[in-house]
Nanobody, 121 residues
Framework: QVQLVESGGGLVQPGGSLRLSCAAS????????MGWYRQAPGKQRELVAS???????KYVDFVKGRFTISRDNAKNTIYLQMNSLTPEDTAVYYC???????????????WGQGTQVTVSS
C-alpha cells in the first residue's frame, strides 16, 4: 500500500527546535513533489513548505528563515527542520505527496495521518 508516516512531533518550549520526518512507502516518491502542511484547532489546513522532484523549495512567509524542507530520495523520506518555534506554530503537521501513481486508480495526492507539534512554556 501507499503510505506516508510522519514522526518527530512533540512538546517544545518557545524558541526551541524540532525535526519532523515523513517516511514514504509503496511508490517511487522521488517522482513526486512533496510538502508539509499544518492545521491548528479551529483553523483550515495550510501549506507550510514544498519541495519539487529537483529539490526546489517554497515556504509560506511566516516560516521563511525558520523552517527548512529537505528530501532524501534514497530513503524515500522528507524532513522539516523547525527552528525558533513560537506558540503560533502549534498544530498537527501533515506530509503530502503530489500525484502518486497507484495501479488501477491512476495518480492522486497522498496524505499522512499527521504528527502533533505543541509549542508552550
Amino acid at each position: 500500500q501507499v503510505q506516508l508516516v510522519e514522526s518527530g512531533g512533540g512538546l517544545v518550549q518557545p524558541g526551541g527546535s524540532l525535526r519532523l520526518s515523513c517516511a514514504a512507502s509503496g511508490a517511487i516518491f522521488s517522482l513526486s513533489s512533496m510538502g508539509w502542511y499544518r492545521q491548528a484547532p479551529g483553523k483550515q489546513r495550510e501549506l507550510v513548505a514544498s519541495i519539487t522532484t529537483t529539490g526546489r523549495t517554497k515556504y509560506v512567509d511566516f516560516v521563511k528563515g525558520r523552517f527548512t524542507i529537505s528530501r532524501d530520495n534514497a530513503k524515500n523520506t522528507i524532513y522539516l527542520q523547525m527552528n525558533s518555534l513560537t506558540p503560533e506554530d502549534t498544530a498537527v503537521y501533515y506530509c503530502k505527496a503530489d500525484q502518486v501513481w497507484v495501479p488501477g486508480q491512476g495518480a492522486s495526492d497522498q496524505w499522512g495521518q499527521g504528527t502533533q507539534v505543541t509549542v508552550s512554556s
